[in-house]
């Protein structure tokens, strides 16, 4: 059955988990901190996580079918990506279009049921920020920044799903700093690529940054963890958020940073893949606060 692989290998589901997660947590982590401040009871709590991880499944796996679309030109010439489906022939444009719809309609369904500001919120996830980032490879070297909106959305999103309110600053403050979050894992995720990107003209902070990605990368590491600190103390989380969240990402990003090996293109996508873990230590962090609060006496 290698066309059906094909049309599963589009979806990047076959990949590993934790890599695919990358855009539900900051959904995780903006329906946690909305749950928190409104006491929002757990049943309902779990219902809307479900439906976030359902909605973020759908849409993720929907924009990598739409990347492949418009990139198959791009991918036939660089080495790692000339097997995937659409330039090895495996899967039609016509069936990879089809597909790429028949996701994205339950993910639009999903999205339906919020009130109108989340819709219109929502709607702005799939487009612009979805829908252009395949585009933005060539036309700015930032094609990571983009990708880190469109990633992190869901925590305005999901704040919104909840209180029916903007968001505080303090949410579009852990936005930015998911944004940089973003930028760090796909630009190491990148760097696989340098050369054949380099060749055929595709951009990339992996490029831009140059001899100087680490560096940079420490930069924005450090501007993740002030912009949760700060977002913490802004929306008066308590010590699970400062042990977990806060002190888990200062041990995993110097680690990450640290140790990632830029000559071996399997530790990029190891780096790129520990990230999703990341994402959930961040939320395990805001999760056990917000039993706290639901459960004062309960020793968690």
């Known amino acids: 059955m290698p ?3 094909g049309y599963f290998e589009l979806t990047r589901l076959h990949k590993p ?5 990358l ?5 995780a982590w903006g329906l946690t901190i909305a749950a928190r401040a409104t006491t929002l009871p757990l049943v309902i709590f779990a219902e809307k996580l479900v439906w976030f991880g359902l909605g973020s499944m759908l849409l993720h796996s929907s924009a990598c079918v739409l990347n492949d679309i418009c990139d198959v030109e791009f991918d036939r010439q660089v080495e790692r990506t000339k097997e995937r489906p659409l ?7 016509q069936g990879a279009v089809t597909l790429c719809a ?3 309609a339950p993910a639009l369904y999903i999205l339906s049921h919020c009130d109108r500001l989340g819709i219109v919120m929502g709607i702005v996830g799939v487009f612009p920020l979805h829908a252009f980032y395949p585009l933005m490879k060539r036309w700015t070297w930032w094609p990571q920044a983009w990708l880190g909106l469109a990633f992190n959305w869901g925590i305005p999103v999901a704040w919104i799903s909840v209180t029916g309110t903007m968001p505080p600053h303090a949410i579009w403050v852990l936005f930015f700093g998911g944004v940089c979050w973003t930028i760090v894992y796909d630009t ?3 760097c696989q690529d340098r050369e054949d990107d380099r060749r055929v003209g595709i951009k990339s902070t992996a490029l831009l940054f140059g001899e100087h990605v680490r560096s940079i990368l420490a930069i924005m590491v450090t501007t993740l963890l002030v912009c949760l600190v700060y977002a913490g103390y802004a929306l008066e ?3 699970g958020y400062a042990v977990l969240s806060c002190g888990g990402t200062l041990l995993h990003t110097a680690w990450q940073i ?5 000559a071996d293109l399997k530790d990029h996508r190891a780096k790129f893949e520990s990230n999703g873990l990341l994402g959930c230590v961040i939320w395990l962090g805001l999760l056990y606060d917000y039993l706290r609060v639901l459960y004062p006496s309960a020793t968690v």
Do not use: D
């Open 237 to 239: 989380q308590g010590i």
């Open 102 to 104: 028949v996701l994205l």
């Open 87 to 93: 330039p090895s022939g495996k899967v039609s444009m």
């Open 3 to 5: 066309a059906v692989r």
């Open 188 to 190: 190491i995720y990148a």
């Open 23 to 27: 855009m539900f947590w900051p959904c």
């Open 258 to 262: 640290a140790t990632w090996n830029e």
């Open 17 to 21: 988990f934790m890599g695919n997660t």
